[in-house]
């Protein structure tokens, strides 16, 4: 199914005014995103910019992505795109929004390499794209459209009154605004949680334990969901627990069953993004997550964000799994039972983020030892802060 909306069409055949009306129904801060626009000088067109959606329009020289010169010919500004653009980009995928807007891609961006890479980053990733796509033929513009995952909509003057409703249905589909495959439901995720993955905390809880050795000071749990395997650990350990998570309904489960637990005193929640954790560098003894590594679109910008708040001799055990071949076999067989998808799914979101080369992917950070375990039931990266390591160091970039 396609994973991102592009419309197209003719000059001035009102796609950006669409764009415009389909994101005004949505919740404004839950999306990221860039806009270009026309710059006009003495009532004639003398420029194209691009704009983060998300700041407030002004026209400056870093942002120009094409000029007028000599009254007639259009140069495009390549490192306009590399630069700011990439960053706004960067910045898109750091925010995890629910949707992230680019309106439009055309052909100013043919030689910009860096935000041609970074714009087919998002489009791979989990995160929903509504975008504007040129009706113009080049190879970076035909590889948009030729792709599985993208889905097309020719908007013209008889129709795109219509296609708006029907454009919109689209959305909810593939975002989590409304019920879109994405979004994981607290409620139903807990109730999963416990029916079947119940017995795989515990056990992975114990290897955490085993392989790191570190049952004192500070652990955060992050994309702790309803809070099972901090829990755990809390309780075969004297460690305080902060199970942070980007989902307020999750954390209000997880609230419940520290109560249920009687581990208030040591356990808390803490509602954050991986890509901007809130803790100081160098703070947090251990770093556990669990099953949140899948949702993460830049991989190495989370990865570096925890190896950032580890502290010296620190570790952080971060992936996925069942803790044993046995508990996957017995656990995948109740959830295909459940949901017909499953095992499909489950292959799909399992490939892309266990077949990255972790090692190279993290090869810049200084300090970091890095083991990576990866059997039939499990794949963990367990990353050591080294014990020498001084601040300021970490990235070699
Ligand atoms: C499959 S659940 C795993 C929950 C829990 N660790 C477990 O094993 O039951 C993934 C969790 O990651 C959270 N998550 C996804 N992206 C995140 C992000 N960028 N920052 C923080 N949490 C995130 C989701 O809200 C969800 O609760």
Redesign the pocket.
Known sequence: MGNNIFLTGDLHVGKTTLINQLISKLPVHEIRGFRTSRYYQDKKLAGFYIEDICSPPVVKEHKFIGRCVNNNHWVSIPATFDDYGVKILEGCLRD?PKLIVMDELGFFEDDATLFQEKVLQILDSYIPVLGVLKRKETDFLNLIRSRKDVLLFEITPENRNIMSGVIFDELLKITSFESGNHH?DAES?EET?RKV?APV?SLIAEQIKEKTNITAGLCL??????G??GIALAKITELNVCL????RE?LAIAGKNIVAAGLQDRVHTLW????NLPQQDGTVDLVI????L???ADKKC?LKEIFRVLSPGGMAYVGGGFGSPELKRKIDAQMQARDGCWEKNMNKRVRATENLDYKQLLADLDGLNLEIINDEANMWLLMRKNINYQAGTAWAE
């Open positions: 995890n994981l995720y949680a993955f905390y749990d992050v994309g702790a969901g309803t099972h395997l942070l998570d980007c989902s999750m954050g993004n991986v890509y997550s669990r099953g949140s899948y949702f993460w989370a």
